[in-house]
């Protein structure tokens, strides 16, 4: 008995679904890598001001005479 021309067989419908699945895991590991990225970007402005914060502190504390920081090699 011959098969119908519109019935497709399980191997390119598996195909096709382990296509789709890639593609929905590729976008929520883009999803997650966005989030993580801007997480980090708040962290790191987060971190800048309190290091400013503490320089500001320092300078006035000492009269505005702050020793520059040196810079590692």
Wanted: aromatic residues 0%.
């Amino acid at each position: 008995m011959a098969r119908k021309a519109d019935d497709p067989s399980p191997e390119p419908l598996a195909k096709i679904d382990k296509q789709r699945a890639d593609r929905e895991d590729g976008t929520r590991a883009l999803d997650e890598a966005t989030k993580q990225g801007i997480a980090v970007r708040k962290n790191m402005a987060s971190l800048r001001e309190l290091g400013l914060a503490k320089e500001a502190e320092k300078q006035v504390l000492s009269g505005g005479q702050v020793k520059p920081k040196k810079r590692p090699k």
